[in-house]
């Protein structure tokens, strides 16, 4: 009884960006959990059995895994991006803090993925060339204060800021209002990236400034990437623009405090 | 004179994390740009021009691979994790944007990689579980005092913060200043997760806590990621220890601000 457990990052979409260890792994699993849109990117092969569940299913799906794994078998949990990024990895952890001593016997690795955010700005230029932070807009498992607060801190802090998860039919308000706290703290002027489906056949990427941004240009499959102050839109004839935040910080200290204006 | 330039990200250092999309692209080249120990991981291939620079010439390197392409040339710039963080992409936007107009026409494409931030996380469980940022430490491009406040802002905030560039010889006081800035807002007991040459043959994992956290054990191809006061360390029987930062943030929303003795 040595089960393995794999948590696989299958990147934004394109087979074209998923490596080796990710490959081999969801090729050796002899069972693959995953959400149902995730699973239908992997490849079918003989006597693989497949375990698809809905969205929002993340401890169920990663305790059936885990158990599964226990009884022995070589089992990889599927999920877009990086694991590690407001997916499964974690998922997995709570489970086998929460379970039984025996999950924490099994053989689990991680295996990481090109992550929404990076295929984004790959797609564009290089918007998170300065520091940036990466924050979930579902308030499914934090309060809505912990998320205006930590919009004020990247913000006023001056890091580029991604967003994930920004919208879906059942929170249809979250991105209009943080939207509009950031500009508390950014200049209507400040770029703002959609990506949508990134990499695949849909994909539709836009590029747009804070004033104009509208939140109904979102949906579960996009990650938003708001500039700081300094982010850059170069123009290029016959050519999509390039946007990118340079290396050379050029603020002063205390610009982005003087603006704080709803901190704590 | 239809030139092309790809700026690649190779990952961490194992080629098996590395996309087809980035094998293509450094197979297909005529010439590679890139920080010498960059290039040695890539295979030599006949007729491929290889030019070498070192660390700290990104402006020059981006500026000679751009006009290499000018020339007509398909150039790949060979950058390790993301081309897109802490590496190349924007030092080659910066040269489009500064350099003459021709360079706007090129036919320019970022390949994304693993950034060392998600190979480390991958390694030890899911530490980037919620709310992150990524920083840079390094103080040439800009100034301490916008480190400092950056630092504040990210720990006031609740985020889990992963350090780039934590160290060189030239520079080595910052990581030391960062954790005694750190330990204004996050209790001794954070975990701090050091990684060295993550995927790599002599890769070095260290788990510690801010109060134990050392700086010595940092240099330019280290890692680091500092949880927030809610990332948790799962012991296991026989095998190295999970580090995980749960989804459900359980923080009072005022918490952080109460704490925030630094800021501006």
Redesign the interface.
Known sequence: MSGRLAVVGI?PG????????AK?ALADADALYGYRAYLDRVPARQGQSRHASDNRQ?TARAAAALAHAARGANVAVVTGG????FAM??????E??AGPPAL??L?????????AM??L???V????????????LSDN???W??IE??L???A????VIALYNPASRARPLQLRRAFERLARHLPGSTLVIFGRAVSRPDERISITTLAEAGAEDADMSTVIIVGSAET?L??????AP?V??????T?P??S???S?RG??
Chains 1, 2 share one sequence.
């Not at 394109?14 to 260890?21: C, G, T, V, Y």
């Not at 990895?89 to 709570?94: G, P, R």
């Open positions: 990147g394109d087979p074209a960006l998923l490596n080796e260890q081999s993340e990086d694991p590690g990024v990895a974690a998922a997995v952890c709570e086998i803090e924490r016997a053989d689990v690795t991680v295996i990481p993925g090109i992550t990076l295929a700005a790959a797609r230029g290089a918007p998170l060339g300065h520091d940036f932070c990466a924050l979930s498992l934090k309060s204060e912990v607060r930590r004020d801190a990247a006023s802090g001056g890091f850059r170069i123009d290029r004839p016959g050519r390039l990118y935040s340079p290396r050379k910080q603020v200290a205390g982005g405090g003087s704080r901190g704590a």
